[in-house]
């Protein structure tokens, strides 16, 4: 790999909406600075830096207190960068982290101590080599008190994940609701099942995310304002309203030829949470459970 690629929008427009106060972006990355962090020599895709200091300058220009940084797949194992962009932010972030399930109970202990709160598990093949899931079991069996884990898989796979998911010992939260064909509607098949797994344990929870990847034009979807997103995801939100979270997903990895407004995306909030008690729970109470529940 050569060039480096850039991902997101250099002037992201002010959204409309503004998010309630102490709004949680929980879903969000770091990308280096590559000088001080090297990405992985397994990475998938090599990105421009986008470190701490713009991540918290979009944090502020977008209207939100707090970010979950989930550690992304170009830095592999190695969440230093993740952790020091958690040690930057004056309490203001936790992260999710990926780790070689061989961790000592020390180095997780320590992660704990850095505000690591989960682990995040790939099951993507554009983006991991593999995905071992007595590996990945063994690990979630002994994470410290009060973490979770985190799944990113695609809507074709979600039969063959489901004994995975049953048998993890923690609360699971889904990446972008496993990617559904946002295309399909509330009802579609995709939906369908996403909403059989919910109901399959009442400690799994998803994060509302993603409308510039799951309806982008160059997967034949609507592209912004992201119609079929929200059309598919509003009924989802107002029936699961407790274990639903929301983030930017910025620095948008991969869609570099779809570049995305972030305040465009920070619009979607009012379409898929139409009130404030749903925008509440999305955007502060329920992040806050999970991320920083001693504060509650
Ligand atoms: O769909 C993706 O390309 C993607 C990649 C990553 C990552 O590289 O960690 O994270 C995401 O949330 C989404």
């Keep these: 790999m050569s060039d480096r690629i850039v991902s997101w929008h250099s002037a992201p427009s002010k959204p409309a909406f503004t998010p309630p106060a102490g709004a949680v972006d929980a879903h969000c990355h770091v990308f280096g600075p590559m000088a001080e962090f090297p990405f992985s020599a397994k990475a998938k895709y090599l990105p421009e830096d986008a470190g701490p200091d713009m ?5 502020d220009h977008l209207g939100f207190s707090r970010n979950v940084i989930v550690q992304a797949s170009c830095h592999g194992t190695d969440n230093a960068a993740t952790v020091d962009a958690i040690a930057k932010s004056n309490g203001k972030a936790r992260g999710v982290a990926v780790v070689d399930p061989d961790i000592s109970a020390e180095d997780l202990a320590a992660l704990h101590d ?3 709160r989960g682990i995040r598990f ?6 991991v080599d593999n995905a071992p ?6 690990v979630a069996a002994r994470l ?4 979770h884990v985190v799944i990113y898989f695609e ?9 995975f998911i049953a048998a993890i010992p923690v609360p699971v939260v889904i990446d972008h609701m496993g990617r559904p064909d946002v295309r399909q509607g509330p009802d579609g098949a995709d939906m369908q099942a996403f909403r059989a797994l919910l109901d399959s344990r ?5 994060k509302a995310t993603c409308p510039e990847r799951l309806d982008a034009k160059k997967e034949g979807g609507m592209g912004d304002p992201w119609d079929n997103f929200a059309a598919a995801v509003t009924p989802l939100v107002a029936d699961y309203p407790d274990r639903v979270i929301w983030g930017t997903d910025w620095p948008h990895p991969n869609m570099q030829d779809e570049i995305a407004d972030d305040g465009h995306i920070v619009d979607m909030i009012p379409r898929i949470a139409p009130t404030a008690e749903l ?14 529940p001693e504060e509650l």
């Design 133 to 138: 899931k007595d590996k990945f079991l063994e």
């Design 55 to 59: 991540l918290f300058a979009l944090r």
């Design 114 to 116: 850095a505000g690591i």
């Design 202 to 206: 009442d400690d799994i929870w998803f």
């Design 279 to 292: 925008q509440q729970k999305l955007l502060v109470t329920n992040p806050m459970r999970l991320y920083w």
């Design 144 to 147: 410290p008190e009060g973490w």
């Design 155 to 163: 809507a074709d796979i979600l039969e063959e994940m489901r004994p």
């Design 122 to 127: 790939n099951f993507l093949k554009r983006l």
